[in-house]
């Protein structure tokens, strides 16, 4: 039996950005990671906005591998909608580099992280919590859940969705856009998407509810030239933030917590910020032995991303509920409205619940979108 305060399951960006945060106030912490190296197998398509770097990364231009000038929104039927994002600082990451980099951050603090060590026991007793894994147990104060989409699915199964995504070269990447394939037949409630990663390739993906996601990629690119080094498949998440985020000595971040946008899936900044925050507040209630502290992750998490994440559940729904023809028409309703500009101006990467508002605003968009789902846009404005 090995002594620990806290085990983290899970050795991605939130689980060690919580474990970085309780080394460095002294916590004893022990990262379990199943996989065999920190950072790998990547899946993710590593788009991210500047806010990472309240991450405190040592180098944040040693992960991003490119920038992005340009966002290209398409309809089923071809429409497109253009938005110059290069105001917005939006960055590809190598997803490695940055696990591995905060892994580095978090062992120099004084964690210890194991890989090739899955946690597959949890045994809860009223004054500690028992931790097993392939090799070891531990009797600890804390288990910090960070083990990602799978722990999320356990709880709820429709808040994930299959998706695959390749690494692919071709002549028609444009190394400055990220594309964006809306349709409904083929990727039911999500999309199909191209994050370019520099020099003529891309990350290219789909997400859609019930879909074959490899099926999806492959008639994507049987009309573009191109070379494929990697396929993963994978899910991703969408059911917006689980209540609550700590039950029973169980702390849940990033994934696990649903702490990804539901519209887009994009966890990296929002669940890294549940980690870091997480690994404060159990470390300030455990140095201060006060437990009422704990109560304050959710509170501050919620604070900054609670009310947007609802926003955009509810435009989740929305996007669920709309055939191809509807999207159609609102590009159609949407081009030339000024949107693109408004977007483009004032647009934020990380809450884009402004963005959607204003396109809700254009004239004759309300109507259009509150027939089909005027509940939804009843409680999305009541949000505001
Ligand atoms: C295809 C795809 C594309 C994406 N693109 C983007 C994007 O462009 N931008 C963005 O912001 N987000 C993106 N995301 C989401 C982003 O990857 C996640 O939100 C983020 O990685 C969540 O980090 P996490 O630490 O919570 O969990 P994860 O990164 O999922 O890590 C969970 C870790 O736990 C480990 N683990 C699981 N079970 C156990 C166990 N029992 N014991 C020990 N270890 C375990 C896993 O091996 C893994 O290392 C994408 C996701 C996918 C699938």
Not at 31 to 36: G, K, Q
Not at 112 to 129: A, C, G, N, Q, Y
Not at 211 to 221: A, E, Q
């Amino acid at each position: 039996m090995t002594p620990s305060s806290v085990v983290v399951a899970g050795g991605s960006v939130s689980g060690l950005l919580a474990a970085r945060e309780l080394a460095s106030n002294g916590i004893d912490v022990t990262v379990l990671e199943e996989d065999e190296e920190i950072g790998t197998p990547e899946k993710c398509g590593g788009l991210v906005s500047s806010r990472i770097s309240e991450f405190g990364l040592v180098d944040v231009a040693k992960v991003v591998i490119n920038k992005v000038k340009k966002a290209i929104i398409y309809s089923p039927s071809g429409a497109s909608l253009e938005l110059d994002v290069g105001r917005h600082n939006i960055s590809v990451l190598d997803r490695r580099a940055l696990d591995k980099q905060i892994c580095s951050q978090a062992s120099k603090a004084g964690a210890s992280v194991i890989p090739l060590e899955r946690v597959v026991k949890l045994e809860r007793h009223p004054d500690f919590i028992k931790v097993g894994s392939r090799t070891k147990t531990f009797n600890c104060d804390f288990l910090v859940d960070a083990r990602g989409r799978t722990s999320l699915a356990e709880r709820d199964s429709n808040g994930v969705l299959p998706a695959a995504q390749y690494e692919v070269e071709g002549p028609w990447i444009d190394d400055d856009t990220v594309e964006v394939y809306l349709n409904q037949k083929e990727t039911p409630g999500f999309f199909t998407w191209v994050i370019p990663m520099g020099n003529g390739s891309a990350r290219i993906g789909a997400a859609g509810i019930g879909i074959n996601g490899f099926k999806v990629v492959d008639k994507f690119l049987s009309t573009r030239r191109s070379s494929i080094s990697k396929k993963i498949a994978s899910t991703v998440v969408v059911s917006g933030p689980i209540t609550p985020f700590i039950k029973d000595r169980v702390v849940a971040v990033g994934d696990a917590a649903g702490q990804t946008k539901p519209t887009t899936a994009g966890g990296i900044y929002t669940g890294g910020i549940g980690g870091m925050i997480a690994g404060q507040k159990i470390a300030e209630s455990l140095i201060g032995d006060n437990p009422a502290i704990l109560s304050l992750y959710e509170k501050d998490w919620m604070a900054r991303f609670g009310s947007e994440f609802v926003f955009l559940k509810n435009a989740r729904r929305i996007i669920r509920l709309l055939t191809d023809n509807q999207i159609d028409n609102i590009f159609m309703s949407l081009k030339g409205s000024g949107i693109e500009e408004f977007v483009s101006e004032d647009g934020d990467f990380d809450f884009h619940s402004k963005s959607i508002l204003k396109a809700l605003g254009m004239k004759g968009m309300g109507r259009l979108v509150s027939s089909i789902a005027k509940k939804e846009i009843k409680t999305m404005l009541s949000l505001t």
